[in-house]
């Protein structure tokens, strides 16, 4: 059973920024696809960045440029540095794991956690 625990979200002013913090724990042997998605109240979840194959990573045209997401591996743990926030990243924040790329999209790995809310006001 693998467990997600998200951490790092708080109220920013605009282009400040924030690093989100993603523990993993279970049998997560070989997971090679992971990602961070946002949700805003009344939208559905969207995936804005991922790592693919274990060294592929993608993002929204929405934070390209400003996130970055990155993995210790050691410490099963995904990160999401967000810089130059803006209040359009006002959402609630959710990594999850892939089999495989597409998966990441269609049908994640793991139950959802409780997520970490970003909130970007002046």
């Known amino acids: 059973q693998v467990q997600l625990v998200e951490s790092g979200g708080g109220l920013v002013r605009p282009g400040e920024s924030l690093r989100l913090s993603c523990v993993v724990s279970g049998n997560i042997f070989n997971i090679r696809n992971m990602g961070w998605y946002r949700q805003a109240p009344e939208d559905k979840r969207e995936l804005i960045a991922a790592?693919?194959?274990?060294?592929?990573?993608r993002y929204a045209d929405s934070v390209k440029g400003r996130f970055t997401i990155s993995r210790d591996s050691a410490n099963n743990t995904i990160y999401l540095q967000m810089n130059n926030l803006k209040p359009e990243d006002t959402s609630v924040y959710y990594c999850?794991?892939?089999?495989?790329?597409?998966?990441?999209?269609?049908?994640?790995?793991?139950?959802w956690g409780q997520g970490t809310r970003v909130t970007v006001s002046s």
């Open positions: 790592i693919t194959n274990g060294i592929n990573t």
């Open positions: 999850n794991l892939g089999r495989d790329p597409m998966s990441l999209l269609q049908s994640p790995l793991a139950s």
